[in-house]
């Protein structure tokens, strides 16, 4: 596996981590992240999670990210190839490429769209076909910078992911094809020009 390909998945799976702490902080323990939480605007129904429950909710949501986040490392560790015994019907058996390829792809995507929602939504107070709707997080100076500090790695995730995906692709389907006996074309040449 190249170091290139091993640090990549390590780096993407610590994209999460920053945001998840700003997030258990600000919302679990109550830290002075930012200003004002508004959960509606006036005349609209209340929060879809009661503020009793946002710290669990943000513990929770902050745990499966980095969950997703760690699967990158499937992508460049053995057991992303062949699937850990332990798993009942599944144990031993090579994970076919497209099970790994098609998630991490649409993963990949939709993790490239998230960093300019979550701009427009908490820096401009807009949805992202730019209408305004007003409430979110209000900050002010370094409640700012460490907003951005904690969310711009977040920009990487989908980035890093298909760079991943690919080198996976790639991988798989070029170890699958010299498996069945067919050599790659510069194999095939230099035995060739030995002859």
Known sequence: M??????????TSLTVLPSSVWRIVGFAFGAPVVERVSGH????GP?????????V???GLSVVSEALAFLALGLVCRWGEVFPRWLPRLGGRTVPVRAAVIPAAVGST???????ALFMHYVLD????????????VMHGWQSVAFAAAYL??????PLLAVLTVHYHRRRTRRAVSGD????AGAAQAVAAKR
Do not use: N
């Open 57 to 59: 909710y943000v513990v």
């Open 181 to 184: 006996g067919l050599r790659p």
């Open 41 to 44: 605007r006036p005349g609209e």
């Open 47 to 55: 929060s879809l999670i009661p503020d009793s429950w946002m710290g």
């Open 126 to 137: 807009s949805t992202v076909t730019g209408v305004r709707h007003g409430g979110g997080l």
């Open 2 to 11: 190249p170091r290139w390909a091993v640090v990549t998945a390590y780096l």
């Open 110 to 116: 939709l993790l490239m769209i998230f960093p300019y």
């Open 153 to 158: 790695p977040l920009a990487a995730w989908g």
